[in-house]
């Protein structure tokens, strides 16, 4: 094989290299649910819709997982002054898992006025992967707790999963990959490594330009070798 046959090829076996790798990716997909959400409280059945995001971050062996409401639920009939409610949900777990996966979150640090939404805090809590393979998270009961009183609200409407994950199980076996659904929220993870699309995408896009590199300083090695061997005849 001549030299600029030999050259051309390494070259674009890197490209193609590059490619695999990106191609070999996950694919993530943002997903936001809309639940309906019906509320037994002291004063009767209330309903109302909101918006639900679920978020993944890796934090060791395990996912901190996130869930956020868009929009308020339920109400009450006077104030809540600050400290006085406090919420938590379950989240369904499906797919490779099975079971449910309680959140918490911290009580309102503002006064509530009297029969307005009560905007629900985000809700965290850590998942540790049992099995592998996609488990998908969906929004469960939502359980709010003031005064003394507590209210119940039940998604009504089937909602679908906010969030699948590709996860390893902590005694090993399959293959990890990336969290695909909920949108943006409050809580960031404080530096773990968030599980997304754009993290993907640096991630695999630093190792598809190594492999080019590579591919680049192979190529530059051969033509300095050809030149070397020409100047030496």
């Not at 190529?219 to 070798?225: D, E, H, I």
């Given at each position: 094989?001549?030299?600029r046959k030999r050259t051309a090829a390494l070259a674009s076996a890197?490209?193609?290299?590059?490619?695999?790798?990106w191609m070999a990716a996950p694919v993530a997909r943002a997903e936001v649910v809309d639940v309906n959400y019906q509320c037994k409280t002291p004063i009767g059945d209330k309903s109302a819709v909101s918006p639900i995001d679920i978020k993944g971050v890796k934090s060791g062996s395990g996912y901190r997982i996130t869930m956020s409401w868009q929009k308020g639920v339920s109400s009450s009939p006077v104030e809540l002054g600050k400290g006085a409610m406090t919420p938590s949900a379950t989240i369904a777990l499906g797919g490779a898992d099975s079971g449910t996966l309680s959140v918490t979150g911290p009580a309102n640090d503002a006064a509530l006025p009297a029969n307005t939404p009560i905007k629900i805090s985000d809700l965290s809590g850590t998942y540790t992967p049992k099995k592998s393979g996609e488990v998908t998270f969906?929004?469960?009961v939502l359980t709010i707790k003031a005064l003394g009183t507590t209210t119940t609200c039940t998604p009504t409407n089937d909602p679908g999963p906010s969030l699948t994950?590709?996860?390893t199980a902590a005694s090993g076996g399959?293959?990890?990959?990336s969290a695909q659904g909920g949108g943006s929220g409050s809580d960031t993870g404080a530096g773990l490594p968030q599980t997304g699309p754009e993290d993907s995408a640096v991630a695999l896009g630093t190792l598809g330009g190594t492999v080019l590199l590579a591919g680049a300083a192979g190529?530059?090695?051969?033509?300095?070798?050809h030149q070397?061997?020409?100047a030496g005849r």
């Open positions: 094989m001549s030299y890197a490209a193609l290299a590059g490619s695999a790798v969906t929004a469960g994950l590709d996860v399959g293959s990890t990959g190529a530059l090695w051969l033509t300095r070798r070397g061997a020409r």
